[in-house]
């Protein structure tokens, strides 16, 4: 697995993810459907232009949040993390809308060894999402617990 271990996590590393994404109105809808979230603000086109100060429907947050932790995974935690611990901080300062394009980074923020398993250790990182103008639109902190090697 191309994951990383503990060992290779350094505290103050950005990665700058190369996996990209155009969210679009499938997306949204599935997403919300699947979540049994009846959220007009997601769904109802028409909502949104006549009764928001938006005009368009917002992509749900916790799509928003989902991804932005799944384009991080193959540069990070792929096949070398036990679990994820919790998450922390998680802001959506800029909605993302149907149609934008998102890219991410990652910062290790934090590490430390695990107090009660020896082949394992604590990563807090740091996400960010942009859209394609480079607007923050989310971010988060997330503990990941992470293998060490061998």
Same mark, same amino acid.
């Given at each position: =697995?191309? &994951?990383?271990?503990?060992? @290779?996590? +350094? !505290? *103050? ?9 155009? /969210? ?43 991804? =932005?932790? &799944?384009?991080?995974?193959? @540069?990070? +935690? !792929? *096949? ?9 901080? /998680? ?60």
């Amino acid at each position: =697995m191309p &994951g990383l271990y503990y060992e @290779d996590f +350094t !505290v *103050g590393h950005i990665f700058t993810h190369s996996l990209t994404r155009t /969210v679009t109105e499938m997306d949204n809808m599935l997403f919300s459907n699947m979540t049994l979230n009846p959220q007009p603000l997601h769904i109802d086109r028409h909502f949104c232009e006549t009764q928001t100060e938006w005009g368009q429907p917002l992509m749900n947050s916790l799509f928003t949040l989902g991804l =932005m932790i &799944g384009i991080s995974v193959n @540069d990070t +935690t !792929v *096949g070398t993390t036990i679990g994820n611990l919790g998450m922390t901080d /998680v802001r959506f300062p800029h909605p993302l809308f149907q149609g934008d394009s998102i890219h991410c980074t990652t910062e290790v923020v934090a590490k430390r060894e695990s107090k009660s398993r020896p082949d394992a250790g604590i990563v807090e990182f740091e996400h960010k999402a942009f859209n394609q103008n480079d607007v923050l639109v989310a971010s988060c902190r997330r503990q990941a617990f992470m293998k060490k090697k061998g």
